[in-house]
């Protein structure tokens, strides 16, 4: 059985590393050549919109994902009669577009921040009467590891902020204090089954995913969470893994975003769950049983930005599991992530801690 | 840094999805296209003495190794002065022979069984003489999974035994009467430094590896594995990974035959370990630090021989972690093999004997 995936980056690498020990073939589509998916499995290399690619892919694939957000519906519209596409094209759309992200929550009843659509100054002028500063302005679309978003914190950041992104679609959103992040991923078969991976905490860098923590034992913000994961997904009749992320406030969720594909805060899961969130993923598209979700020991998760240590330090520490997704090095970008594997969380929190201040040491 | 691997079998393929984490690239040569490591990297497909491509694989790798035993002296001459190559090609010499073998383990004062070279029929009948029957006359090289062996229980069986075999130098070995087979798995780095997995314990049917079990706790057992390990790697000066395996009678240790790579019988570690078999064999060849070769929790390995089980009914088992090698099914060939994870040795015995049961009434 042949995959075909829609964007070949360090997420397609890591699918087709997990799928292949089930015996599935991968094929990927790609704008560049040699991406980290690309070096581990074939690519067709093109524009996503072209007709003859897309025909080649739906051709070849039994069913079609995706491992990139930003896929452009017209590649979809392409695939859609042709070949099974999985996760549900409408999550995707919702997932493309801060304002349906936000009115989907709203329908759904899961809370969310305050937000308001901005198109104009005067729209952003009321936004910011309405809902207050601080808070963020962000494009619509397109939007990643903190790019396309504008902090306001004072009357005069409004015109900073229309002049930074005014050329888009926009959203503005209450900017809220909370105490920390998690994020809740489950994972949804074809046969509507449903499984949710222990809670991550997550720790943000400058708009970065740098640390995830799993499990997080909070039984009761777990429980809230299960229950959205599950109302979004039979709301979308879902089939793949969803991840949802939120901002934890006294004690409650707030949904800040939801990404319908495998996620980086559920990269522990390669060593640090019974079946990993990539496993998961190719068995639900596949229609295959789903795997125990169950975590193995104290998971930390610590991402590799902008430059990747040297191997033999790294690797000189027990029980620390490299993953180097075979990028250029350049500022800000994720190269890989390491994963490290405790019996209590206690100690996968110094572990962290101790190889973060390393990391940091080295590449200053 | 590109690996190069002479056969690109299912040991192959294990490797390459092992070091892709790492960020290592791979290049195999094998005389088919479409082998399972083939499947998964590049691979460089003509005869093992092709001198063009042994040229192309020594100027794009930084070492080389192999994940076949049988691989023609005549290709690594070719490689010896253009390309590191490990393990050491003196180990590899002596494992395709099992009469070097034997004086190995003669000169290294490792117990084994009795045996005897047979170049003609008078040998045969001096052998037999000498060490008795039953025995096993076995062809000296180029035997794997229990092929090029014939089994003599009584003096008539000597005629056949030497029809059947005697065109090639062979062996006569003593049937050792063993209460059950082990094999111990250790990995040395370029350093000297060296480190062993738990011992395993294995079922062999009709000479195919069909059951290994880890850690088999067995604390004497194993202190003397190690040091038979040790005595041999260091003989060799060897780097990555070295199997032996033992027959145990009377708590006591009989060197079977060693192996100069990956070991089916420590298949298990790439869940069932911190650091699997194929990443210590990759870390040592590259001279990486060795990863902790601890064991997380208690595994069994069962082999899938000559058909696979559909893959719904395998994996609707919780922890069943499948490898499917990507080979045309074959009566007697290794076409996958099926991993448990458990938190105690008894409840992967259960686990283990339930799922082999099962295998064998679908397979009939």
Redesign the interface.
């Known amino acids: 059985m042949t995959i075909g995936v829609l964007g070949a980056g360090q997420l397609g690498?890591m699918l087709a590393?997990a799928g292949?020990?089930?015996?599935m073939?991968f094929l990927f589509l790609d704008q560049a050549a040699g991406t980290p998916a690309h070096?581990?499995?074939p690519s067709l290399i093109g524009p996503f919109t072209d007709a003859a690619l897309l025909g080649d892919l739906a051709r070849r694939c039994e069913v079609v994902t995706f491992d990139w957000e930003n896929v452009p519906a017209a590649a979809l519209d392409a695939l859609d009669s042709r070949v099974r596409i999985a996760p549900p094209r409408a999550a995707l759309s919702t997932a493309q577009d801060r304002l349906l992200e936000k009115e989907l929550f709203a329908t759904l009843r899961i809370r969310t921040n305050r937000n308001q659509a901005v198109d104009s100054p005067a729209d952003l002028a009321r936004a910011v009467r309405t809902i207050g500063l601080p808070g963020v302005l962000k494009t619509r679309r397109l939007g990643y590891d903190g790019k396309g978003q504008f902090v306001l914190r004072k009357p005069a950041d409004v015109d900073a902020a229309w002049q930074a992104l005014g050329n888009a679609p926009l959203l503005y959103e209450e900017m809220v204090p909370f105490d920390y992040e998690v994020s809740a991923i489950g994972v949804r078969g074809l046969d509507g089954r449903f499984a949710m991976y222990p809670l991550n905490r997550n720790l943000h860098e400058d708009g970065i995913l740098r640390l995830t923590r799993a499990p997080w034992k909070a039984p009761r913000l777990e429980a809230a969470a299960r229950r959205v994961l599950r109302r979004v997904m039979q709301h979308f009749d879902y089939v793949g893994v969803l991840a949802i992320e939120f901002f934890v406030r006294r004690g409650q969720l707030l949904a800040n975003e939801m990404a319908p594909r495998v996620h980086n805060s559920g990269h522990w899961t390669i060593e640090g769950a019974?079946t990993s969130q990539f496993e998961n993923h190719l068995?639900a598209i596949t229609?295959?049983?789903l795997?125990?979700t169950a975590p193995?020991?104290h998971s930390a998760m610590i991402n590799l930005i902008g430059t990747?240590p040297r191997?033999?330090a790294l690797?000189?520490e027990?029980?620390v599991?490299?993953?180097?997704y075979?990028k250029q090095a350049r500022v800000g970008r994720k190269l890989?992530h390491v994963t490290i594997v405790e019996t209590t969380g206690r100690r996968a929190d110094l572990r962290a801690a101790r190889l973060m201040r390393r990391l940091k040491t080295r590449s200053t």
Do not use: K, S
């Not at 292949?20 to 015996?23: E, M, N, Q, T």
């Open positions: 690498r590393l292949y020990p089930l015996g073939d070096q581990v499995a019974v068995r229609g295959l049983p795997g125990d193995r020991g990747l191997r033999t690797l000189a027990p029980g599991y490299l993953h180097d075979g890989g």
